[in-house]
Each structure stands twice: as C-alpha cells, then as structure tokens.
C-alpha cells in the first residue's frame, strides 16, 4: 500500500488500474486496516468473480472506500477538498493480520465489506 498527498490540480492523471495495482486519488488517509480491507476485497472480486462486470475497477475502488454508492457526491468531495492524497494498492501484496481496537474502526470495516456487496448488486 502506498499513500502520498499530492499537491496537483490535475488529479485525475493519477488514476489508474493496470490489472495488477489501482491508484486512486481520495481525500483522506484511510486507517491501514481499512485501507487494507478495502484493497483485499477490491482484488478478490476482480480476481475470482470473472462472471461479474466490474465496469470501472477505479469507481469500484472508491465505492469501496467512501461506503457509497453516491459516485457524484464522492467525487465533488473529492475534488472540493484542499487536500489529496494518491493511494495505491497492488494485488500481490501482503497484509499483516491486524487486530481491531475501537467500534469506530469495527463499523467503518463492516460498511466497507457491506458496500462491496451493495456496489455488485
């Protein structure tokens, strides 16, 4: 995982998916473990649900992070926010088990895995 603020107007440029990482551009730092989470979860369905359509594996990504299913309202936030901060998650990276230490992280990991199934509905 890779987290770096960016300072660029023209955002977007950061975006991408190659098949193996996706980068994205949000307008927070995500707690590890969340951040963690969402890119598991973001590489196992593009991994083994080769029946589902995954139109953009970018707005997939976001969905996942943001827990909604808003697209316009996470992308105005993101491009309102004075700060930015380019993400990458790449699909053969390891992630250390983790323990979980407060109810606020517990339901921002449980909205996380509901909008995942939520965005493939």
Do not use: H, W
Not at 33 to 41: M, N, R, S
């Amino acid at each position: 995982m890779f987290v770096k603020e960016v300072s660029d107007e023209d955002f977007k440029k950061y975006i991408s998916y190659d098949g193996n990482c996706i980068t994205q551009v949000i307008d927070f730092i995500p707690d590890n473990i969340l951040l963690a989470q969402v890119c598991e979860i973001f590489n196992y369905f593009l991994k083994s649900s080769r029946n589902l359509k995954i139109k953009s594996p970018p707005i997939f990504f976001l969905f996942l992070l943001y827990n909604s299913q808003n697209i316009k309202d996470i992308l105005d936030r993101i491009s309102q926010s004075p700060k930015k901060f380019i993400i990458r998650c790449c699909a053969d990276e390891k992630y250390d088990s983790v323990r979980i230490t407060s109810k606020e992280l517990r339901l921002k990991l449980s909205k996380s895995a509901i909008a995942s199934l939520d965005s493939l509905l």
